[in-house]
């Protein structure tokens, strides 16, 4: 399986960005997605994360009321939806798969990142 990220780049603080995540190679439905953020420096923060249909998305404190993750199956692809961006949001965000669903279970992918920087 794979991830690609995109959507990032250069945004002035409390601006917006959308991060896109398009899975290939495994049944995207079956997988909780995740994002993930590292800035330099830092370890690597669970950003957000959308369960597989039907459950609810759950988000860090630090982004609450300002990220929303969603995910459209039929496209296999998660978004990450940004706004009023903060220099501290600035990182390298990552895609992750973690199998939810059996004979999923235990098999994950990492995506290799896109770059948000928040800078005037």
């Known amino acids: 399986g794979q991830l690609v990220e995109s959507g990032g780049g250069l945004v002035q603080p409390g601006g917006s960005l959308r991060l896109s995540c398009a899975a290939s190679g495994f049944t995207f439905s079956n997988y909780d997605m995740n994002w993930y953020r590292q800035a330099p420096g830092k370890g690597r923060e669970l950003v957000a994360t959308i369960p597989v249909a039907g459950a609810t998305a759950n988000y860090a404190e630090s982004v609450k009321g300002r990220f929303t993750i969603s995910r459209d199956n039929a496209k296999n692809t998660v978004y990450l939806q940004m706004k009023t961006l903060k220099t501290e949001d600035m990182a390298m965000y990552y895609c992750?798969?973690?199998?939810?669903?059996?004979?999923?279970?235990?098999?994950?992918?990492w995506g290799k990142g896109t770059l948000v920087t928040v800078s005037a």
């Open positions: 992750y798969a973690k199998g939810a669903r059996s004979p999923h279970y235990g098999m994950n992918y």
